[in-house]
Protein backbone atom coordinates (compact mmCIF):
# COMPACT_ATOMS: atom_id res chain seq x y z
CA UNK A 1 0.00 0.00 0.00
CA UNK A 2 1.04 3.99 -0.87
CA UNK A 3 0.46 6.63 1.46
CA UNK A 4 1.09 10.11 0.02
CA UNK A 5 1.36 13.14 3.01
CA UNK A 6 1.67 16.54 1.05
CA UNK A 7 2.93 18.95 3.73
CA UNK A 8 3.39 22.77 3.91
CA UNK A 9 7.02 22.67 5.28
CA UNK A 10 9.77 20.00 6.16
CA UNK A 11 9.43 20.42 9.94
CA UNK A 12 6.81 17.66 9.94
CA UNK A 13 8.28 15.09 7.48
CA UNK A 14 10.81 12.97 10.30
CA UNK A 15 7.89 12.71 13.00
CA UNK A 16 5.12 11.68 10.31
CA UNK A 17 8.00 9.56 8.81
CA UNK A 18 8.17 7.71 12.42
CA UNK A 19 4.89 7.85 13.23
CA UNK A 20 3.92 5.85 9.75
CA UNK A 21 7.11 3.76 10.78
CA UNK A 22 4.89 2.56 13.81
CA UNK A 23 1.36 2.88 13.16
CA UNK A 24 1.63 1.64 9.04
CA UNK A 25 4.94 -0.95 9.25
CA UNK A 26 5.31 -1.79 5.31
CA UNK A 27 3.53 0.92 3.89
CA UNK A 28 5.39 3.37 1.46
CA UNK A 29 5.26 6.25 1.98
CA UNK A 30 5.47 9.69 -0.31
CA UNK A 31 6.37 13.00 0.91
CA UNK A 32 5.37 16.32 -0.90
CA UNK A 33 6.64 19.35 0.67
CA UNK A 34 6.04 23.33 -1.06
CA UNK A 35 7.32 25.33 1.84
CA UNK A 36 5.64 28.72 -0.46
CA UNK A 37 2.27 27.43 0.49
CA UNK A 38 2.19 28.88 3.94
CA UNK A 39 3.56 31.66 3.68
CA UNK A 40 1.24 32.76 0.93
CA UNK A 41 -1.57 31.92 3.39
CA UNK A 42 -0.52 34.01 6.76
CA UNK A 43 0.41 36.82 3.73
CA UNK A 44 -3.34 36.19 3.10
CA UNK A 45 -5.17 35.48 5.77
CA UNK A 46 -6.70 32.86 4.29
CA UNK A 47 -6.58 30.10 0.96
CA UNK A 48 -5.89 31.79 -2.30
CA UNK A 49 -6.55 30.70 -5.81
CA UNK A 50 -2.66 29.91 -5.93
CA UNK A 51 -2.72 27.45 -2.98
CA UNK A 52 -6.20 25.79 -4.11
CA UNK A 53 -4.42 25.12 -8.00
CA UNK A 54 -0.96 23.98 -6.14
CA UNK A 55 -2.42 21.59 -3.94
CA UNK A 56 -4.91 20.27 -6.44
CA UNK A 57 -2.24 19.66 -8.69
CA UNK A 58 -0.03 17.62 -5.92
CA UNK A 59 -2.77 15.73 -4.71
CA UNK A 60 -3.06 14.73 -8.81
CA UNK A 61 0.82 13.46 -8.34
CA UNK A 62 0.16 11.69 -5.47
CA UNK A 63 -2.62 9.59 -7.17
CA UNK A 64 -0.42 9.53 -10.38
CA UNK A 65 2.47 8.18 -8.45
CA UNK A 66 -0.20 5.67 -7.59
CA UNK A 67 -1.01 6.56 -3.77
CA UNK A 68 -4.12 4.53 -2.08
CA UNK A 69 -4.27 7.40 0.38
CA UNK A 70 -3.68 11.03 0.88
CA UNK A 71 -3.40 13.05 3.94
CA UNK A 72 -3.18 16.62 4.32
CA UNK A 73 -0.77 17.87 6.90
CA UNK A 74 -1.40 21.21 7.52
CA UNK A 75 -4.89 22.61 8.93
CA UNK A 76 -3.68 26.28 7.48
CA UNK A 77 -4.55 24.77 3.41
CA UNK A 78 -6.89 22.44 5.07
CA UNK A 79 -10.30 23.96 3.04
CA UNK A 80 -7.96 23.59 -0.68
CA UNK A 81 -7.46 19.98 0.32
CA UNK A 82 -11.55 19.24 0.41
CA UNK A 83 -11.85 21.00 -2.46
CA UNK A 84 -8.76 19.31 -4.41
CA UNK A 85 -10.70 15.60 -2.66
CA UNK A 86 -13.38 15.88 -5.13
CA UNK A 87 -11.95 15.29 -7.74
CA UNK A 88 -9.40 12.41 -6.56
CA UNK A 89 -10.13 8.49 -7.25
CA UNK A 90 -8.45 8.08 -4.13
CA UNK A 91 -9.29 9.42 -0.35
CA UNK A 92 -7.44 12.94 0.86
CA UNK A 93 -8.08 13.72 4.81
CA UNK A 94 -7.17 16.60 6.47
CA UNK A 95 -4.99 15.42 9.19
CA UNK A 96 -7.16 17.41 11.60
CA UNK A 97 -10.47 15.80 10.95
CA UNK A 98 -9.80 12.64 13.35
CA UNK A 99 -8.79 15.15 16.11
CA UNK A 100 -11.90 17.75 15.02
CA UNK A 101 -13.95 14.21 15.58
CA UNK A 102 -12.59 13.11 18.77
CA UNK A 103 -13.10 16.45 20.83
CA UNK A 104 -16.85 16.72 19.66
CA UNK A 105 -16.88 13.22 20.99
CA UNK A 106 -15.30 14.19 24.65
CA UNK A 107 -17.20 17.38 24.98
CA UNK A 108 -19.42 20.15 24.05
CA UNK A 109 -16.68 22.87 25.60
CA UNK A 110 -14.20 22.76 23.23
CA UNK A 111 -10.26 25.01 23.12
CA UNK A 112 -8.69 25.34 19.60
CA UNK A 113 -4.77 26.65 20.56
CA UNK A 114 -3.01 28.33 17.79
CA UNK A 115 -0.33 30.26 17.15
CA UNK A 116 -0.86 31.14 13.94
CA UNK A 117 -4.07 33.63 12.67
CA UNK A 118 -4.56 31.59 9.71
CA UNK A 119 -5.00 28.21 11.10
CA UNK A 120 -7.76 29.17 13.39
CA UNK A 121 -10.40 30.03 11.24
CA UNK A 122 -10.27 26.47 9.37
CA UNK A 123 -9.15 24.63 12.80
CA UNK A 124 -12.32 26.05 14.42
CA UNK A 125 -14.66 25.27 11.25
CA UNK A 126 -13.65 21.86 11.31
CA UNK A 127 -14.30 20.99 14.74
CA UNK A 128 -18.21 22.96 13.78
CA UNK A 129 -18.48 20.64 10.89
CA UNK A 130 -17.53 17.47 13.27
CA UNK A 131 -20.08 18.22 15.40
CA UNK A 132 -22.52 18.77 12.62
CA UNK A 133 -21.80 15.79 11.02
CA UNK A 134 -22.39 13.79 14.62
CA UNK A 135 -25.49 15.87 15.59
CA UNK A 136 -24.04 17.66 18.60
CA UNK A 137 -24.25 20.77 19.34
CA UNK A 138 -20.54 22.32 20.75
CA UNK A 139 -18.94 25.69 21.98
CA UNK A 140 -15.78 26.70 20.29
CA UNK A 141 -13.45 28.77 21.66
CA UNK A 142 -10.56 30.21 19.42
CA UNK A 143 -7.38 30.71 21.55
CA UNK A 144 -4.63 32.26 19.49
CA UNK A 145 -1.47 32.53 21.14
CA UNK A 146 0.13 35.94 20.00
CA UNK A 147 3.53 36.26 19.71
CA UNK A 148 4.20 32.70 20.09
CA UNK A 149 5.26 32.10 16.61
CA UNK A 150 7.46 35.28 16.32
CA UNK A 151 9.54 33.71 19.52
CA UNK A 152 9.71 30.58 17.51
CA UNK A 153 10.93 31.63 14.06
CA UNK A 154 12.49 34.30 14.44
CA UNK A 155 14.70 34.79 17.91
CA UNK A 156 14.55 30.42 17.59
CA UNK A 157 13.39 30.55 21.64
CA UNK A 158 11.56 26.95 21.60
CA UNK A 159 11.70 26.94 25.14
CA UNK A 160 9.95 30.46 25.65
CA UNK A 161 7.17 29.37 22.66
CA UNK A 162 6.19 26.49 24.56
CA UNK A 163 5.51 28.32 27.80
CA UNK A 164 3.55 30.47 26.26
CA UNK A 165 1.29 28.19 25.04
CA UNK A 166 1.39 26.37 28.18
CA UNK A 167 0.47 29.33 29.59
CA UNK A 168 -2.64 29.65 28.19
CA UNK A 169 -3.73 26.70 27.79
CA UNK A 170 -3.35 26.50 32.02
CA UNK A 171 -5.59 29.44 32.12
CA UNK A 172 -8.58 28.21 29.45
CA UNK A 173 -8.46 24.69 30.60
CA UNK A 174 -11.39 25.36 33.45
CA UNK A 175 -13.13 26.82 30.73
CA UNK A 176 -13.65 23.93 28.51
CA UNK A 177 -14.00 20.44 28.17
CA UNK A 178 -11.05 19.12 25.91
CA UNK A 179 -8.12 21.18 24.07
CA UNK A 180 -7.50 20.89 20.59
CA UNK A 181 -3.50 22.11 19.35
CA UNK A 182 -4.70 23.17 16.10
CA UNK A 183 -1.30 22.80 14.25
CA UNK A 184 0.43 19.50 13.74
CA UNK A 185 3.84 20.55 14.89
CA UNK A 186 2.39 21.70 18.82
CA UNK A 187 2.16 17.72 19.47
CA UNK A 188 6.12 18.45 20.81
CA UNK A 189 3.99 20.30 23.66
CA UNK A 190 2.25 17.60 24.68
CA UNK A 191 4.72 16.33 27.61
CA UNK A 192 4.20 19.47 28.99
CA UNK A 193 1.08 19.36 29.09
CA UNK A 194 0.09 16.06 30.86
CA UNK A 195 -0.49 18.16 34.08
CA UNK A 196 -3.41 20.03 32.09
CA UNK A 197 -6.59 18.49 34.12
CA UNK A 198 -8.66 18.18 30.44
CA UNK A 199 -8.03 16.14 27.25
CA UNK A 200 -5.17 17.88 25.01
CA UNK A 201 -5.49 16.71 21.50
CA UNK A 202 -3.14 16.61 18.63
CA UNK A 203 -4.00 16.08 15.16
CA UNK A 204 -0.53 13.75 13.81
CA UNK A 205 -1.00 10.46 15.41
CA UNK A 206 -4.85 10.76 14.94
CA UNK A 207 -4.38 11.48 11.68
CA UNK A 208 -1.78 8.42 10.81
CA UNK A 209 -4.32 6.65 12.83
CA UNK A 210 -7.28 7.39 10.39
CA UNK A 211 -4.65 6.50 7.29
CA UNK A 212 -4.09 3.22 8.58
CA UNK A 213 -8.14 2.13 9.08
CA UNK A 214 -8.54 3.71 5.49
CA UNK A 215 -5.41 1.73 4.10
CA UNK A 216 -6.71 -1.38 5.90
CA UNK A 217 -10.68 -1.22 4.74
CA UNK A 218 -8.93 -0.80 0.79
CA UNK A 219 -6.63 -3.64 1.01
CA UNK A 220 -9.61 -5.81 2.30
CA UNK A 221 -12.02 -4.56 -0.06
Known amino acids: MKLSIIHTSFVSVESLTALCAEILPGTQ ?9 LPEVVAANGITPGVINRIAAYAKQAE ?28 YVRIDTPMAEE ?7 IAVVATVASTMKPSTSIVHAA ?22 MKYKDRAKHNQMVRD ?17 SMIVLLPELEHIPKPV ?16 GARAA
Do not use: F, Y
Not at 29 to 37: P, Q, R
Not at 103 to 109: C, Y
Not at 132 to 152: T, Y
Open 201 to 216: LSSPRLGIERMRDLLQ
Open 168 to 184: RIEKVAAEVDVIVLAQG
Open 29 to 37: LGHIVDDTL
Open 64 to 91: AWGADAILNQCSSVGEAAELAASSLKVP
Open 131 to 152: ASRAGRQVEVMPVLVDGALEVL
Open 103 to 109: AVRLGKR
